[in-house]
């Protein structure tokens, strides 16, 4: 997988958090989804066929202490962003007709440091140097006080929201954001019962309250919160002599502190899609939902057939009882030899 590739698929790395029962991503033109300890990848190929097969998940939570609530938000974070980008590179594969081993050991190693790297410095090291310069033009106070981390949240809102605006116009882009469409919707058809099928999915909502892209959202806020307070409190407790010993400190320290922050905002997600329709059910899903607006797009019907497929092999076995109608694709086990038409 390219540098582009990882730097396209970045913001749906991140805000890809799993979800109960049925989580999904978008991919290269097709959508992976989840469900147990499986996961489907449907992709439609260059030929206009669509082709899906069925892969173990890659675990960290196996362990049941990191099943724990507040604890099991940054191994799910972890476990995520590696599936996805082995889901990606797939997909990748699918579209270019390669022939090349997929991503493992140290090549997807190096390409989950390299994800984690932009992420640090999009969200964690150019907010906090864009604080400094409104401290150096005197519309903001030192890193010890409250208005810093307030310029250092709003730095990370609209890098965000920047970066998603600027790569929506791009037409492969684009086309990603509408498969995360067709996932929503297809997950939606699946959880109000009844048939399941392209049709049925095209007449749900494309914005579903457990998206990662609230979960991010979350991450944000909550950072905002956990930094102004933590922060000044540790260097209360120990400041070292020097700017820049002291700046590199309290990154380091943010960076600590993404894993405290992904576990609340883990459960946080978790509780507000559990919540019923009411004012607080809506005060925490209402700007999660609305941001949704920026990473999904209408779909169309052959994008929400491959949705459709995807969902129905993630389920496997679990389909008996539910009447889910895809439209015809090819099986692709880890052996090509083996394919198989359904």
């Known amino acids: 997988m390219t540098m582009r590739h990882i730097l396209r698929a970045l913001p749906a790395l991140l805000v890809r958090a799993a979800c109960p029962v049925v989580g999904g991503q978008a991919v290269m033109e097709g959508i992976m989804m989840r469900y147990g300890e499986t996961y489907a990848l449907a992709v439609r190929r260059p030929d206009g066929k669509i082709s899906s097969r069925r892969l173990p998940w890659f675990s960290l939570t196996r362990h049941a202490l990191f099943r724990k609530a507040f ?28 022939t090349e081993e997929p991503l493992e050991g140290w090549h997807l190693a190096l390409t989950l440091v390299l994800a984690l790297l932009m992420a ?11 604080s400094l310069l ?96 933590l922060v000044p409190a540790l260097l209360a407790l120990y400041t070292p002599q020097g700017s820049i010993a002291k700046h590199a400190l ?66 496997g076995e679990e389909t008996a009882g539910r009447d889910i109608r895809t439209a015809d694709y090819v099986i692709e086990p880890e052996s090509p030899d083996q394919a198989q038409a359904c």
């Open 71 to 98: 604890v099991r938000g940054f191994p799910v974070l972890l476990e995520t962003l590696v599936n996805g980008i082995k889901a990606l590179n797939r997909s990748a594969e699918v579209q270019a007709e390669s």
């Open 250 to 315: 309290t990154i380091s320290f943010k960076l600590l502190l993404v894993i405290p922050i992904s576990a609340l905002a883990y459960e946080l997600i978790r509780y507000a899609a559990r919540l019923p329709e009411g004012i607080w059910a809506d005060l925490l899903r209402t700007p999660g939902l609305v941001l949704q607006r920026l990473t999904t797009d209408e779909p169309d019907r052959a994008q929400l057939e491959v949705a459709v497929v995807a969902l129905r092999e993630a389920l």
């Open 120 to 130: 640090v410095l999009l969200f964690v090291v150019a907010p906090h140097g864009l």
């Open 134 to 229: 409104m401290q150096w033009i005197g519309v903001g106070g030192g890193v010890e006080g409250l208005s810093f981390h307030l310029w250092d949240g709003f730095y990370k809102c609209c890098i965000f929201m920047g970066y998603i605006w600027a790569i929506s116009f791009v037409p492969d882009i684009r086309r990603v954001f509408q498969y995360h469409g067709a996932e929503h919707k297809t997950i939606h058809a699946f959880e109000a019962g009844g048939i399941v099928d392209a049709a049925a999915a095209a007449r749900m909502s494309r914005l579903h309250p457990r998206c990662g892209t609230t979960f991010l959202l979350f991450v944000i806020c909550i950072s905002i919160v956990l930094h102004a307070v």
